[in-house]
């Protein structure tokens, strides 16, 4: 009471009091926030919706400069063609049975290596964390011969193995670390108190320790899907056979020698995006943060 | 319920010896508490006892089954971590049904036990909430329920109550003992908060840098430590201590400090004849130095004047810091006295109730 009273006393007499200041400061601030992240969206929602326009352009206006969003005389033509006409739906297929096993491969493979090096001490231990981030270092060009010779003498050419091994080379790496790392802040007294409970390690780690690292699972199954989904350079090398093809190889074939149908190309794009979408959609809910906020003590 | 016994267990991390040879015997039943400095091993004997350690060398029964290959969830024992561990992403009704669960025990039974123990500690109505929508001192009971409902034969509780602010803390003290009035288990307390230890516990066991001190009930250990370490660990204000020597003079012993000399009860001949002529640690107790304003009838030859150098009061009570010589010194008084920092003051040393303790060794002469 005594505090209140005496901040009142202190407003100045004339001119603007001072919440009011305070009030405009902070209108000001969160303006120019918002004015930031308006033309951040913008950069980044035009060119897509850029795309999104061509491919509702009918064939005759492809090549217009107009502007509009939703062109003249809009049809659904290009998708129409893409999906009955080409062999789209077989590259989208391809490149989600590879997309989603890498995912769960990877995080399969990535989630019980990490927690080994997160939690126990063995001899090597320091080296193959070592060894793990040098992994990153080399281009993804160095390791396309190696990794081809390899699939090659293993009789995976042309395989969905083949590529589902090659992709999670790339990701199991970078998933062990970001996994390695959130274990790491995952508090062992939780794990001990499920083993007093009775538990053993391994029901511990499905009941404790991965419920509890889901935003960091998310983000490594996010990594190895994108890795896998969009990947050209080795699907390029490692699939010959047209029916095995991922899409980016086979948007490719959307190319003639001379021209380019930019119409279905464009459709091509719009739906490709659409999996990613669903996926970050749905792992948003995941992403949260202070998940083992609350079992200890702070 | 069950006894549980230590059988010279050592703990080693490389070449530190973090418990040295402890041998302890819990009985069925029994509330005991595990008591020392932090480092001084406590947690990690009870750590031991749980099963998360590894034991270096010895045995450990729980029951009459040798326990040290059993892995912790095969050994009956509930424990509550100083700092709760309760799942997050559990609510409170999972996180204390998660170990029945794991033991497939009946829904029926497990809703029962669980219904039960939130009863018993006042937490029914947060049955649905998660672990980071309570108060410390509401998930310090769920992390307590959790045990409850296991219904085990040892209960450990590793500073349950320290993450606690203090009116909690003593509220809490008070429940624990009523718990265990009500469940008659077997419980091993580990704490560095001497006031526990005295307070909840059946028996005591001090333990110091691995090696334990004493073990006895806390009145026991009050009033006859086996040494100075545990002299000046149970007690609040500690014990005061202050350097001496034994003089006969006639038929009389005396204690001499630098800064005033009393005399000891004649029984004191038998035990520390010896040490006549010889350096030893004087102990006092804070409230074995009285006021002489308030003690008209005592014995000049235990009067000591001494310079007041701070009053602390804590309203019943004055603690009185009293310097003489070299020693300094506290004094726990009525709350009248007339002591004030900057002058002199009488006080008598009760000296039937003062402790020595051999200035080599730190062993108690009795």
């Excluded at chain 1, 120019?32 to 897509?48: M, N, Q, T």
């Excluded at chain 1, 419920?211 to 890795?227: K, R, V, Y």
Aim: glycine share 6%.
């Amino acid at each position: 009471m005594t505090h209140m009273q005496s901040q009142e006393t202190t407003l100045p007499k004339t001119g603007f009091p001072t919440y009011s200041r305070t009030r405009r400061k902070a209108l000001l601030k969160s303006a120019s926030i918002h004015l930031v992240l308006i033309v951040a969206c913008v950069i980044a929602v035009y060119p897509f919706l850029r795309v999104v326009s061509i491919s509702l352009r009918p064939g005759v206006s492809l090549l217009s400069t107009s502007l509009a969003l939703i062109p003249e005389g809009a049809t659904l033509d290009n998708y129409r063609t893409l999906i009955f006409d080409k062999d789209f739906t077989i590259w989208l297929w391809n490149s989600l049975i590879v997309s989603v096993a890498t995912v769960l491969i990877g995080l399969l493979l990535a989630a019980t290596a990490a927690y080994a090096f997160s939690r126990w001490k063995f001899p090597g231990r320091r080296q193959g964390l070592v060894f793990l981030l040098l992994t990153q270092m080399l281009p993804p060009g160095m390791l396309l011969l190696p990794i081809y010779i390899m699939v090659v003498r293993l009789n995976l050419f042309n395989t969905y193995t083949g590529m589902i091994i090659a992709y999670s080379v790339g990701s199991v790496p970078f998933s062990i670390w970001l996994l390695k790392g959130y274990y790491d802040t995952i508090p062992k007294e939780l794990e001990e108190a499920a083993l007093v409970d009775g538990a053993d390690p391994l029901i511990t780690f499905y009941r404790i320790v991965l419920p509890l690292a889901a935003p960091a699972l998310a983000i490594a199954g996010l990594f190895s899907f994108m890795t896998a989904w969009n990947e050209y350079m080795m699907a390029r090398v490692m699939l010959q056979k047209a029916s095995m093809f991922t899409w980016p190889l086979g948007f490719q074939r959307l190319r003639d020698q001379f021209t380019t149908q930019w119409g279905i190309f464009s459709a091509a794009s719009v739906l490709v995006a659409i999996p990613v979408m669903l996926l970050f959609l749905y792992s948003s809910k995941w992403l949260i943060s202070g998940l083992t906020l609350g079992g200890l003590k702070e | 319920m069950a006894r549980v016994y230590l059988e010279n267990v050592w703990k080693k991390f490389g070449n530190v010896v973090a418990v040295r040879d402890a041998t302890i015997e819990i009985k069925d039943k029994e509330f005991l508490i595990l008591v020392g400095p932090s480092g001084c091993g406590k947690s990690t004997t009870l750590r031991m006892v749980a099963g998360l350690e590894e034991i270096t060398e010895g045995n450990i029964y729980i029951g009459d089954t040798l326990v040290n290959d059993i892995p912790p969830k095969d050994r009956d024992i509930a424990m509550v971590f100083q700092n709760y561990a309760l799942y997050p992403h559990m609510d409170v009704y999972n996180n204390m049904a998660f170990g029945l669960k794991l033991r497939k025990f009946p829904k029926a039974e497990i809703d029962k036990r669980v219904h039960e123990a939130a009863k018993i500690l006042g937490i029914e109505n947060l049955l649905k909430r998660k672990p980071k929508e309570l108060s410390g001192g509401q998930r310090q009971r769920v992390a307590l329920g959790r045990a409850i409902v296991r219904e085990p034969k040892v209960f450990l509780m590793d500073e349950p109550l320290s993450n606690l602010d203090a009116k909690l803390r003593v509220q809490m003290r008070a429940e624990l003992a009523k718990l265990h009035d009500r469940l008659q288990t077997t419980i091993i307390y580990v704490t560095h908060d001497q006031t526990e230890a005295m307070t909840m516990g059946d028996r005591i066991v001090v333990q110091k840098d691995g090696v334990i001190q004493q073990v006895g009930a806390p009145m026991e250990i009050y009033n006859h430590p086996d040494n100075a370490f545990v002299a000046g660990f149970i007690g609040s204000p500690a014990m005061n201590f202050m350097d001496a020597v034994l003089r006969r003079e006639g038929d009389d012993l005396w204690v001499q400090a630098d800064g005033f000399k009393v005399k000891l009860p004649p029984t004191r001949f038998e035990t520390a004849g010896e040490y006549i002529d010889k350096e030893v640690i004087f102990g006092i107790r804070p409230e074995d130095i009285l006021d002489l304003d308030f003690e008209p009838d005592a014995d000049p030859e235990l009067i000591v004047t001494a310079n007041v150098d701070v009053t602390e009061p804590m309203g019943a009570e004055v603690y009185v810091y009293l310097s003489a010589g070299k020693e300094s010194y506290i004094a726990r008084v009525d709350a009248h006295t007339r002591a004030r920092p900057g002058t002199t003051h009488k006080v008598v040393f009760n000296t039937q109730k003062a402790h020595l303790f051999c200035k080599d060794t730190e062993a108690s002469i009795r």
